[in-house]
């Protein structure tokens, strides 16, 4: 196959991952079942506070992103969140000005963000008008084709648009010291793994003038404030969950891309 991304032809097969030698982004083999989101996604009670916890702590993290977009395109204006899970970032977007909208797979997390006041639906396709930004926070590495994908939003954006996007970094140090250990590298829902060249090409293919592109640790020292006080405020969380989570702080490096079209 030639990379989706750089459309190179020099590509190298190993342990289930094919990876483009010219950009450096890999792609995981084979499907992921059609019901795996709706299956792995569940809303229950039990996730219910779980998911609170998680808002919580993850607040300064959506003050941040929110922050980041007004630096372009302050509100008042549109927002669209593709894989928006509950809804959580979209809630704080709207408490800023922003007119929200979301697109979310899962039926029982979509439901939740519809009893909330969230406009959410289970696909692109099914967005009605057009936005001024649209976010994908890890959320382009779960599709089969990130061309289609991108394609399709495209449709979606008004001229001149914005599209914010976060994706876990392949070409990190963590990822290359790691490998199949590293904290992100999640072949079974992560279809394609990006590397900052391969995000560029493909960006520019479907017509987005990429304004900025970091590699960077999305967990900071406000992150770490916020778990602790969820953690008070939600009951302290199993010792397996507050491992991971400092295993994800620690080694999770992603890419933060600006572009518009």
């Known amino acids: 196959m030639a990379c989706p ?4 032809a020099e590509m190298n097969t190993r342990c289930n ?18 019901r795996y989101y709706e299956d792995c996604y569940q809303f229950t009670e039990r996730s219910t506070a779980a998911g609170e916890h998680r808002r919580l702590y993850r607040l300064p993290e959506q003050i941040q992103l929110i922050r980041a977009i007004a630096c372009y ?6 927002l669209l969140d593709i894989g928006c899970d509950k809804g959580h970032f979209l809630d704080e977007a709207r408490r800023f000005g922003y007119t929200v909208a979301g697109v979310e797979p899962s ?17 692109t396709d099914a ?29 979606k954006l008004s001229p001149e648009g914005y599209l914010f996007l976060r994706v876990p970094d392949y070409g990190c140090i963590w990822s290359r010291a790691l490998g199949s250990q590293w904290v ?26 990429v304004i ?41 490096v992603e890419l933060f891309c600006v572009s518009r079209l």
């Open 5 to 8: 991304l750089c459309t190179s």
């Open 17 to 34: 991952i094919e990876q483009c030698l010219t950009c450096g982004s890999a792609f995981s083999l084979g499907d992921v079942p059609v």
């Open 73 to 78: 395109r302050p509100a008042p204006c549109t």
């Open 107 to 123: 039926v029982s997390s979509s439901a939740y963000c519809n009893q909330i006041g969230l406009n959410v639906v289970p696909s």
């Open 127 to 155: 967005v009605a008008g057009t936005f001024d930004v649209a976010v994908m926070w890890h959320s382009l590495e779960h599709f089969q084709d990130p061309n289609e994908a991108l394609e399709t939003l495209r449709c």
């Open 184 to 209: 992100w590298f999640q072949p079974t829902n992560h279809r394609t793994h990006f590397s900052a060249s391969g995000l560029r090409q493909l960006l520019r293919r479907h017509g987005f003038t």
């Open 212 to 252: 900025r592109l970091d590699s960077r640790r999305p967990c900071t020292m406000a992150t770490d404030l916020a778990f602790s006080f969820a953690s008070l405020c939600y009951g302290r969380q199993p010792m397996r969950k507050s491992l991971g989570r400092f295993y994800e702080h620690m080694t999770g």
